[in-house]
C-alpha cells in the first residue's frame, strides 16, 4: 500500500543518517549529527545495527541488510571490558540476532547469537539462579542496579529473558540455556504472590520479595508478556506458562485495572496495597498483550480479553489525542479531575516509544477494525511533523507543547519496533503471521517451535 511506502522511507531516512553520522555506533544523535552511546550496552557496538536486522529484511532493503550483516561478521566484538544491562543486551543484541538468523538462514547471526548467549550466562551465578541486573561480560561478574529495592533483580529484567533462551538452547544444542529460564519459574511457583500478584523486587540472595510493588509498565512489563508468549512459542505445549499467564491476568483485572469517571479503562500501579492511578506509555503494550492472549482464555472469556484489549487500546490513544502533538506522554494520570494527561514535567516526554502502535498492530490483526489503521495514520504523520529532522527521528521534551523540543537520541527501538510494528499494522495479515511467530518484546520475531521441530533441527547440523 501506499502507507507501506511511506514507512520503508521513513525506514531508510532513520538507516542512512545512522550510516551516514554514527555507523558502527549504538545510536544516532539526529541534531548533533553524531553517535549516541547509551550506557546499556557497556562497550559492545551497534545497537542499531543489529536491533535493525529483521526490519531490514521484511521490508526488503536488500543492500541494507547485506552491509549490516557485513559489519556484524566483522566487527560486532563481544569481548568488552564493561558492564552491560543483562535484560537490554538480550532483548536487542541476542534477539536481534536470532531473528535475523531464522530469516535470513545467514550462520553468522546465528553463532554471534549462541556466543553471546554464553557471555551473558555468569549472570545467573546467584544462590538462587535469579539472574543479576548488570554483568562485566569479561570478567563475569555481575551486580544488581543500586537504586533497586534492598539489593532486588527486576521482575521484567529477569523474567524477559525465556523466549530468547529457548531458542539458543533449540539452536546450539546446550539445553543450559533453556534450564537457566525455567529454573526462574520454579523460583517464583514457590514463592507466595500478595493477592496473587508479583511484586517487581525480588532478592537473588534470599529468594525473597523485595517491597511489594506492582506494575505493569516498567519494572514489570514484559514478564507477563513473556509468560503468554511462551506458551504460543511451545506450540501451545507449555502449561506452566499459560496458568501463571491467565492467574496472572485475574489478579491484574481484580487490583489493578480500573475505570476513570470519563470511562476510559486504565491499569493503576500497586504500590504495597494503595492504587496510584498513573499508567505508562510503556504500559500500553497490554492492550495487545490481552487480545493476542483471548484466544486460550479460560471459559468463554475469549470476547472479554479482546474487549478489555480494544479499552486499553482507546485509552491510550486518548493519552496521544489529548496532546498538542499526537504522541503521547511517557506517564499519563487519572486523578484530581485530570484524564489520560501527563501532569509531571518529567513525564510529557516522547521517545519515539512503540508500545501504542504495538497494540494498534494486534489489535488490527485481531479484530479487522479500521479504526486502527486510522489511529496508526496519526501516528505516523505525527512522527512526519514532529521527530522527522534532517538527520533522522528525535525524541520530544514535551508533547504538550506548541513547538518541538527535540532530545536529540533516535533510539534504537524506532527502527526496531516503532516502524516494524506500523509498517505491519499496513501490511497482509500473512507477512510474519501469529500462527508461525512470536515477537520478542523488542519487536523481533521469534519462530513457534512445533514439536517434531528437535529433530529436524538436529539432523540439519
Not at 514457590?190 to 506494575?215: A, T
Request: proline share 3%; hydrophobic share 35%.
Amino acid at each position: 500500500s501506499s502507507v507501506s511506502m511511506v514507512l520503508f522511507h521513513m525506514m531508510k531516512h532513520a538507516w542512512d543518517n545512522y550510516k551516514r553520522y554514527a555507523w558502527g555506533l549504538n545510536e544516532l544523535k539526529p541534531i548533533s549529527k553524531q553517535g549516541h552511546s547509551s550506557n546499556l550496552f557497556g562497550n559492545i557496538q551497534g545497537a542499531t545495527i543489529v536491533d535493525a536486522l529483521d526490519t531490514l529484511f521484511i521490508m526488503e532493503m536488500k543492500e541494507e541488510f547485506k552491509e549490516a550483516k557485513e559489519w556484524v561478521e566483522k566487527n560486532l566484538d563481544f569481548n568488552v571490558n564493561a558492564e552491560i544491562s543483562v535484560f537490554e543486551v538480550n532483548i536487542r543484541f541476542v534477539g536481534g540476532l536470532l531473528s535475523a538468523y531464522y530469516l535470513s538462514g545467514e550462520e553468522v547471526f546465528r553463532k554471534k547469537a549462541v556466543e553471546l548467549g554464553e557471555k551473558l550466562l555468569p549472570a545467573f551465578n546467584t544462590p538462587t539462579g535469579i539472574p543479576w541486573a548488570l554483568l562485566n561480560i569479561k570478567s563475569g561478574i555481575g551486580r544488581n542496579w543500586p537504586w533497586a529495592s534492598g539489593g532486588s533483580s527486576i521482575l521484567a529484567e529477569f523474567g524477559t529473558l525465556h523466549l530468547e533462551f529457548v531458542h539458543l538452547s533449540h539452536l546450539s544444542g546446550n539445553p543450559v540455556f533453556a534450564e537457566k529460564v525455567m529454573n526462574i519459574r520454579k523460583v517464583l511457583n514457590r514463592l507466595d504472590k500478595p493477592e496473587g500478584l508479583y511484586p517487581n523486587y525480588l532478592n537473588p540472595s534470599s529468594g525473597q520479595w523485595g517491597q511489594h510493588h506492582v506494575s505493569i509498565g516498567g519494572l514489570g512489563d514484559s514478564f507477563y508478556e513473556y509468560l503468554l508468549k511462551a506458551w504460543l512459542m511451545s506450540d501451545k505445549t507449555d502449561e506452566d506458562g499459560k496458568k501463571m499467564y491467565y492467574d496472572a491476568v485475574q489478579a491484574i483485572e481484580t487490583h489493578l485495572i480500573r475505570k476513570s469517571s470519563g470511562g476510559l479503562t486504565y491499569i493503576a500501579e500497586w504500590k504495597g496495597g494503595l492504587l496510584e492511578h498513573k499508567m505508562g506509555h510503556l504500559t500500553c503494550f497490554a492492550g495487545g498483550m490481552f487480545a493476542l492472549g483471548a484466544d486460550g482464555a479460560p471459559s468463554d472469556k475469549t470476547g472479554h480479553h479482546i474487549e478489555l484489549g480494544a479499552e486499553i487500546a482507546r485509552t491510550c490513544h486518548e493519552s496521544y489525542d489529548r496532546t498538542r502533538m499526537k504522541l503521547g506522554p511517557e506517564a499519563f494520570r487519572f486523578d484530581g479531575g485530570v484524564e489520560a494527561i501527563a501532569t509531571r514535567q518529567n513525564e510529557k516526554y516522547y521517545i519515539l516509544r512503540p508500545e501504542v502502535i504495538e497494540t494498534y498492530m494486534y489489535m488490527w490483526r485481531l479484530t479487522h477494525d479500521p479504526k486502527y489503521r486510522e489511529w496508526g495514520w496519526e501516528a505516523v504523520e505525527a512522527l512526519e511533523k514532529h521527530c522527522r529532522v534532517d538527520g533522522g527521528y528525535s525524541g520530544l521534551r514535551d508533547v504538550y507543547n506548541n513547538h518541538e523540543s527535540h532530545d536529540d537520541v533516535q533510539q534504537s527501538f524506532f527502527l526496531s519496533e516503532t516502524l516494524k510494528y506500523l509498517y505491519l499494522l499496513f501490511s497482509e495479515d500473512d507477512l510474519l503471521p501469529f500462527e508461525h511467530w512470536v515477537f520478542n518484546t523488542e519487536a523481533h520475531p521469534l519462530p513457534v517451535l512445533h514439536k517434531d521441530d528437535g529433530n529436524k533441527e538436529e539432523n540439519q547440523k
